[in-house]
């Protein structure tokens, strides 16, 4: 009994592949208009309805496979980055992924239209049963375009986390053979792996001796930020360079003392100007103090 339901919902569902094909210059012609292909290629409709037979062949494709509820069919891979920029245009334009979804499911009525003007009136039960089988694949085309949708939204949320990363922790050079990161907020393993990246980038690009990491915006300092800054210290070293931390407030230092945190082995400055006049001492170049105003000469 299973294998007969079997065989007839595949030859159901072969049966609308063949269909899809058949009808595939009007479905495109009609899904042209649509809002979804309308407002995504606005240059030339003949771009639209080729975007559009692009999809009608892969849905004719999976239901030749008879893989009507199978979103990882072969035949959608072939227009799942074509859906996820289309998705990603209409989420540009301010519709969520639930009224992109309402857009996608729109497209089937158009089909089912041409679906029953294409079988005969006696044919009722087939029709029934391909109509059916298009809502099927009709839903599946629409779980395949959220997928694509929030994959899409993820790896841009991933890639403007690390735009931001790279923001936040500019690498400055303060002199010849000096550079900086000036480190603002908490200070996280993602973020730490950015700054020794950025940093030892930097001491090859500047032939830098000289490594100042400034902490005075960081707001606290545990065992975590801690082993962090020690880890950035050590890579510095093995490029050749000094480390210096700076910014060291007394609630830190205090804070660093009740952890039991080691940090003998790092140079450590109280502010960034301290740690630049440590580095320029340490080239031999002298730095002396302002003069105050109205102080003559000696």
Same mark, same amino acid.
């Given at each position: ?16 592949? @063949?269909?899809?094909?058949?009808? /595939? ?22 771009? @639209? ?7 009608? =062949?892969? %849905? ?5 496979? +008879?893989? %009507? ?18 998705? @990603? ?26 679906? $029953?003007? =294409?079988?005969?009136?006696?044919? *009722?039960? /087939? !029709? ?13 085309? /629409?779980?395949?375009?959220?997928? !694509?949708? *929030?994959? @899409? ?31 603002? +907020? #908490? ?17 090859? +690009?500047?032939?830098? /001796?000289?490594?100042?990491? =400034?902490?005075?915006?960081?707001? #606290? ?33 205090? !804070? ?5 945190? =080691? %940090?003998?082995?790092?140079? #450590? $400055? ?9 580095? %320029? ?12 105003? +109205?102080?003559?000469?000696?």
């Amino acid at each position: 009994m299973q294998v007969a339901e079997h065989d007839t919902a595949l030859g159901t569902a072969q049966e609308l592949g @063949a269909f899809l094909e058949r009808r /595939r210059e009007q479905i495109a012609q009609r899904w042209a208009d649509a809002a979804l292909f309308r407002t995504v290629f606005t240059v030339s409709r003949d771009e @639209a309805v080729e975007a559009c037979k692009a999809v009608v =062949d892969a %849905l004719a494709e999976v239901a030749r496979t +008879g893989r %009507l509820e199978d979103v990882t069919a072969p035949g959608f891979g072939a227009v799942r980055d074509q859906l996820g920029r289309m998705s @990603a245009s209409r989420s540009r334009a301010g519709q969520n992924p639930s009224q992109i979804a309402d857009e996608i499911a729109g497209l089937r009525e158009p089909v089912g239209a041409l679906l $029953r003007a =294409d079988f005969d009136e006696d044919a *009722v039960e /087939r !029709t029934h049963a391909c109509l059916v089988a298009l809502t099927v694949l009709m839903g599946t085309l /629409r779980l395949v375009v959220l997928q !694509t949708t *929030v994959h @899409a939204g993820e790896e841009l949320i991933a890639r403007q986390r690390e735009q931001l990363l790279e923001v936040a922790t500019p690498v400055i050079r303060l002199w010849e053979g000096i550079v900086a990161v000036p480190l603002i +907020g #908490t200070l996280d393993s993602a973020r730490s792996q950015v700054v020794m990246e950025n940093l030892l980038e930097a001491i090859v +690009g500047q032939r830098a /001796r000289y490594a100042i990491l =400034d902490i005075t915006g960081v707001p #606290t300092v545990d065992s975590l930020v801690a082993q962090h800054l020690m880890k950035t210290v050590a890579a510095a070293r093995l490029m050749g360079a000094e480390c210096i931390v700076s910014g060291i407030r007394p609630a830190i230092a205090q !804070t660093i003392v009740h952890l039991g945190i =080691d %940090l003998g082995s790092i140079t #450590t $400055r109280a502010s960034l100007a301290d740690a630049l006049a440590h580095a %320029l001492t340490r080239q031999g170049i002298v730095v002396s103090p302002r003069p105050a105003a +109205g102080a003559s000469a000696p």
